[in-house]
């Protein structure tokens, strides 16, 4: 389970809005669902976000950074 500030990896792509694989985030808002969601802060390698989604636990990786 990831928890509220994680910094994730988006494992697939997201088609809409397109995200690739790799993308980075940080998890601001953790569901109580199942299966487990998450909202997740995409940003670009220049700090800008790229917008807040919804990515289920199985489309994210904590990240060792």
Do not use: C, H
């Not at 509220?4 to 808002?29: E, F, H, N, W």
């Amino acid at each position: 389970m990831l928890n509220l500030y994680d910094v994730v990896i988006l494992k697939q792509g997201v088609k809409s809005p397109a995200l690739p694989p790799g993308s980075r985030g940080t998890v601001l808002i953790v569901f109580e669902s199942n299966p487990p969601a998450y909202e997740v802060e995409f940003v670009k390698a220049d700090g800008s976000s790229l917008g807040t989604f919804t990515i289920a636990e199985a489309d994210l990786e904590k990240s060792d950074i």
